[in-house]
């Protein structure tokens, strides 16, 4: 069974960082690339960032580019998504999306 486990979201002042981590388990983890997604309340949700098999292509969506790096840990199973200079319209709740299987997700919570 695939499973993914998100962490590492909170509540955070603009401008702060934190750290998502997502622990996967169930398939072969590098035969696949991994995405982020989030969804604000009230809205739909956002692809936020995808990570190729072998890490070596990286793509985001315009509002996060140069903000979020995404990388990968084959030998932990783990996608990171780091969240830098946080901004208010960054808050949602963020989710480790591979194919169409997703986690529960981590809520990220950003105050002025």
């Known amino acids: 069974e695939v499973r993914l486990v998100e962490s590492g979201g909170g509540s955070v002042y603009s401008g702060g960082s934190l750290r998502l981590s997502c622990a996967a388990s169930g398939f072969t983890f590098s035969d696949y690339p991994l995405s982020w997604l989030r969804q604000a309340p009230g809205k739909g949700v956002e692809w936020v960032s995808t990570?190729?098999?072998?890490?070596?292509?990286?793509q985001y969506t315009d509002s996060v580019k140069g903000r979020f790096p995404i990388s990968r840990d084959d030998a932990k199973s783990t996608v990171y998504l780091q969240l830098n200079d946080l901004k208010i319209e960054d808050t949602a709740m963020y989710y480790c999306?591979?194919?169409?299987?997703r986690g529960q997700g981590t809520q990220v919570t950003v105050s002025s």
């Open positions: 999306d591979k194919d169409t299987v």
């Open positions: 990570i190729s098999r072998d890490g070596g292509i990286i």
